[in-house]
């Protein structure tokens, strides 16, 4: 079964930009995986932030970004604000199996 | 506005069957929306379940696909998850998700709040 990797935590100063990643064992990621990332604080339900790939709701905080990134899924955060401190999740669409998978998570600290 | 809203039995009995409900309110089954479940343990990362579209057709995370059966009843403007043979590795938030297929597309907009299922004899 198809095993989808994020980097465990990262660390970022206030204003600063980090990149979280998403790839699966697969190979390499592309459009047809659709990613989608979602924004997770203690006791809340997740929150999306972008689709297939590069796309943002409404809600979305224009510092988020997705884009593909040397065969990764990718989130970049530029000028991060101590409120974007959670865990943040990607879930790729596993096309010939047709389900969706998730990353183990991303937590990321502003500090 | 699309609100989506879990209900269960909070707790389970080993070996049990858990039965969920996800009420749909301000949105109809339309043919480009999918309806579905996710998981997350306590202290863990969330796990894609299943899901199920207008027509009935589903699809089902393969690692639980025996056990698990989602339905759509669109008169109750519902959908509901029922899994079997429950152990405590199935102590987790349940959460219900609408996905929104158009073109090139895919979309996970809106989340329920979730709702607790313990797993305890």
């Known amino acids: 079964q198809t095993v989808v990797t994020q980097e465990p935590s990262l660390t970022v100063s206030p204003g600063g930009t980090v990149t979280l990643t998403c790839a699966p064992s697969?190979?390499?990621?592309?459009?047809?995986?659709?990613p989608n990332w979602f924004q997770q604080k203690p006791g809340q339900p997740p929150r999306p932030l972008i689709y297939?790939?590069?796309n943002t709701h409404p809600w979305t905080p224009a510092r988020f970004s997705g884009s593909l990134l040397g065969g990764k899924a990718a989130l970049t955060v530029s000028g991060v604000q101590p409120e974007d401190e959670a865990t943040y999740y990607c879930l790729l669409y596993i096309g010939g199996d047709q389900h969706w998978m998730f990353g183990g998570g991303t937590t990321l600290t502003v500090l | 506005q699309v609100q989506l809203q879990e209900s269960g039995p909070g707790l389970v009995k080993p070996s049990g069957t858990l039965s969920l409900i996800c009420g749909v309110s301000g949105d109809s089954f339309t043919s480009s929306k999918w309806w579905g479940w996710v998981r997350q343990p306590p202290g863990k990362g969330l796990q894609w379940i299943g899901e199920?579209?207008?027509?009935?057709?589903?699809n089902y995370n393969p690692a639980l696909k025996s056990r698990v059966t989602v339905l759509l009843d669109q008169s109750q403007n519902q959908f509901s998850l029922k899994m079997t043979s429950l152990s405590a590795a199935d102590t987790a938030m349940y959460y219900c998700a609408r996905l929104q297929r158009s073109g090139d597309n895919y979309k996970f907009d809106y989340w329920g709040q979730g709702t607790q299922v313990t797993v305890s004899s």
């Open positions: 297939s790939t590069i």
């Open positions: 199920i579209h207008q027509s009935g057709r589903t």
């Open positions: 697969t190979g390499a990621v592309t459009s047809d995986y659709h």
